[in-house]
Every structure is written in C-alpha cells, then in structure tokens.
C-alpha cells in the first residue's frame, strides 16, 4: 500500500466475483457511500455494472486483471490521504491505465478544480449532489466516443454545454420517424425519460439545423436496441417550417427510415 | 465573509427537496430496487451519526482541516438526500473555513444549526 494511501471507510468492499453486465464495469473510487449508492444505481441504469473500490491499490490491481471490461472510472475530487487529483495524476503517467476515461466528482465546482482534472486528463466532471439527468447524458456521452478522442471533445463539448439545466447530447442510432414535432430514433444508448436535451444530429443537416431541443418521452428496449421518442420543444417557426420541408422531402422520396 | 448573514440565509432554504426524492425513487422503481430508499436512509444515517458527534470535539482541539472534512462529508450526504438546508449549512462552513475563517464563537452558532437541522430532518427521510 502507498504510503499516503488511507483505506477509505466502506463496509461494501469491491466484491470482484459480481456477475459483470456485458456492457462492462464502471469503478468509483468515493469515500462517501450515499453518493456511491446513488452513483451506483445510476450505472446499473445504463446496464453497467458499478464497483466500489477503497483504495488506489485495490483499483489498480482490478484493472490488470480486467482492463477491457472497465469502461470508465468516476473518481471523487476531495478524499483523504490519496486525492482524486493524485490518483487521476497516477492513472495518466502509466499507459496501463492511461486510456480508461476518468470522470471526476465533486462538490466544489470551482474554475481551478475544474480545470485542474481536465487539464490532468479526465475527459469530465460532475458536480455533487449528482444529478440523475446529468449523470445520464454525460455517461451516454463519454461510452460511446473513441476514449483516445475523447478529452478533445469533451473540453469542447463541456465549453458549449448550456447552463438552462439542458445538456448536449449526441444519440448514435437511426431515425425512425419524424413529424414536425416529434421524432423516434432507434439507439444502442437508452436516454432518461422526461430530460430536455439539446440533440446533436446530423438528421437535419440539409435544412441547416444541427441541433434539436428534445425532451425524451419515453424509452423502451427492443431487442439489443433502444426506441426513444422524443418531442421537438422550443424551436422557432422558421427552424419548425425547415422540418415540414424536410419531412415533406422524407415521405416525397418515399423513406421511411433515414 | 459574515457567516452569521450567510447562516440567515441558509436558514431560509427550504429543508427538503422532495422532488429529489421522488427522482431517486423513481430511478430506483424502475430498476426494480424497492428497497433502495430505505437502505440509503441507513446508509445516511450510520455514516452521518458519526460525523455529527466529532464535530465539537475537532472544534475544541481546534481541528480544522477534521472540521472541514466532516462538513464535506455530511454536505454530500445531506445533497443526495435532498437535505437541502443541510447541505447549505454544510457548505457555508466548508467555504467559511477555507477563506480562513478562524471565529470560534460565530463557528459555533453554525455547529448548533447544523446538529439542530440534522435531527430535524431525521424524521423526514425517505422510509422506503
């Protein structure tokens, strides 16, 4: 054990031998358990499974064994003895562990935490008491794109992520249907009912309009896919008339799917 | 910083978010964990008890950076739960103490509001 490394209090130690979803492993890395469970259910939504680990050490050696199931680390700012700085210091310098994404959490939301985690390598933060709309798009978010890209685009994406309480948010999948004000998609990503997202498509690129808010009405798994319909709030006339001629062009052209 | 006008404030925030609650209760519904309110309340509770005892002890060794730690932790808890004037008595502390706040007296007025809002919201969390 490192010598600075101080055993975080838990009485829920990583148990190694829990059936693993096939979509892999998130390992948290948090003293406080309130926000483990709740960080944890939220995983488990994403049909992850969610790890506890205690120490560094423990981490570490699980990721040797399975480093292609860990698909993320969410790692906790403010810990006693090891930080979550040191830590994601630690993870970065070893290419062992180097090209796992790390999100980090924290409760202090300052400019110079921030910027110290992501100039250190995490691909994002979330801030505590975690949000289960935030927590959603940005899981989403950070799973589906190329980790080598990754910190590129989420310094990028954090820097144009509105402050109204939506979230940008990129659904990889093929569109379905499409009215003027609403759309389904068929997704590998599931996404969280009742949450306004402001949807990155290229969809509707010929009509000029590459972003959609979208409040998601429901989601519902069919087969190894998701069918999520969305409503189209808060667009303009003009960008809803771009809409009725794309869709117009859709049903002239005959496609049901694009 | 006045804490003793940022406690005022505080003490204005509504104690308990109820739609936090709700939010986490459906999450917890639809993954089919019934039971996942009543074990954080236990989680809450046997994490927290502790915290809230070693606060005038850190205070009177003059332990800051323990008080500090302490209030980090049962802000956080006290956020998930939507405890929302703990959290904010929590913070106020947190933000006091790392400006360099060094009032005892004023110190203390916050510890009694932070202990009498723990136990006044004991009752309200989340049976299950």
Not at chain 2, 58 to 70: E, N, V, Y
Not at chain 2, 72 to 94: D, F, P, T, V, Y
Request: aromatic residues 4%.
């Amino acid at each position: 054990m490192d010598q600075n490394e101080v055993p975080m209090k838990s009485d829920r130690p990583a148990d190694q031998d829990q059936e693993i979803s096939e979509r892999g492993i998130v390992a948290i890395v948090d003293d406080n358990k309130t926000d483990v469970a709740i960080a944890s259910l939220m995983i488990e939504r994403h049909g992850l499974t969610p790890m506890h680990f205690d120490l560094f050490s423990d981490l570490t050696k699980f990721i040797r064994t399975a480093r292609d199931q860990v698909k993320l680390i969410l790692l906790d700012v403010n810990m006693p003895g090891l930080s979550g700085v040191d830590i994601l210091k630690r993870l970065k310098r070893d290419p062992q562990y180097r090209e796992i994404p790390i999100m980090m959490m924290t409760g202090d939301c300052s400019v110079d935490t921030v910027k110290v985690t992501i100039t250190n390598g995490a691909v994002d933060y979330i801030v505590k008491p975690l949000d289960p709309m935030v927590f959603d798009g940005k899981l989403s978010r950070i799973l589906q794109v190329d980790t080598s890209a990754a910190q590129k685009e989420w310094v990028e994406y954090r820097l144009n992520q509105s402050t109204n309480g939506r979230v940008s948010l990129q659904i990889p999948g093929t569109l379905v249907s499409v009215g003027e004000l609403t759309m389904t998609v068929k997704s590998p990503m599931s996404a969280l009912p009742g949450s306004v997202f402001s949807l990155d498509t290229s969809l509707f690129k010929d009509v000029s309009i590459t972003s959609v808010p979208c409040r998601i009405e429901a989601c519902t798994p069919v087969d190894d896919e998701f069918v999520i319909k969305c409503s189209i709030v808060g667009l303009s006339e003009g960008d809803l008339q771009k809409i009725r001629i794309f869709c117009k062009s859709l049903w002239k052209t005959n496609l049901a799917t694009a | 910083m006045n804490l003793l006008n940022e406690i005022e404030q505080a003490l204005l925030v509504q104690n308990v978010d109820t739609h936090k609650i709700g939010e986490l209760k459906a999450l917890a519904e639809s993954l089919g964990r019934h039971q996942f309110l009543k074990e954080l309340r236990q989680t809450y509770i046997s994490t927290n008890e502790s915290l809230i005892q070693q606060l005038r002890p850190a205070l009177q060794a003059g332990s800051l950076d323990k008080i500090r730690q302490l209030l980090h932790q049962l802000k956080a808890s006290a956020g998930n739960l939507g405890l929302s004037r703990l959290h904010q008595l929590c913070l106020i502390g947190e933000l006091f103490l790392r400006v360099g706040g060094r009032d005892c007296n004023e110190f203390r007025v916050l510890l009694k509001h932070i202990e009498l809002e723990y136990a006044a919201t004991l009752p309200k969390l989340p049976e299950a």
